[in-house]
């Protein structure tokens, strides 16, 4: 199972950046996609997830509104639009797939990570 981020990098605050994940060795049409953040000496925090028909999105009350999930299943490909970037959206983006449609905000429903791409949004 491979869970490649992209697209992380420096940004001015108030720019934007597209996240991707591609996916290999899961059943990506029939998982649960999501997006969590890290920050330095900070907990794991839900951003985003997607369900597996991209039918329905659950964001973060700390990105509602300026990030965007979204899924490509011919591409086994998610990703994260972010809009109106503010400096305490600095951290480290991970994505993540379950099997099911549970707890999609908790971390520990997930299966598999990927390996996290850097976003620092400078003021």
């Known amino acids: 199972v491979q869970l490649q981020a992209s697209g992380g990098g420096l940004v001015q605050s108030g720019g934007s950046l597209r996240l991707s994940c591609a996916a290999s060795g899961i059943t990506f049409s029939t998982s649960t996609m999501g997006w969590f953040r890290q920050a330095p000496r900070k907990v794991r925090e839900f951003v985003a997830a997607?369900?597996?028909?991209?039918?329905?999105?659950y964001y973060g009350d700390s990105v509602k509104g300026r990030f965007t999930i979204s899924r490509d299943n011919a591409e086994n490909t998610v990703h994260l639009q972010m809009n109106s970037l503010k400096p305490e959206d600095t951290a480290v983006y991970y994505c993540?797939?379950?099997?099911?449609?549970?707890?999609?905000?908790?971390?520990?429903?997930?299966?598999?990570w990927g390996q996290g791409t850097q976003v620092t949004v400078s003021s």
């Open positions: 993540a797939s379950q099997w099911h449609m549970k707890n999609m905000r908790a971390p520990l429903a997930y299966d598999y």
């Open positions: 997607i369900t597996p028909g991209g039918g329905s999105t």
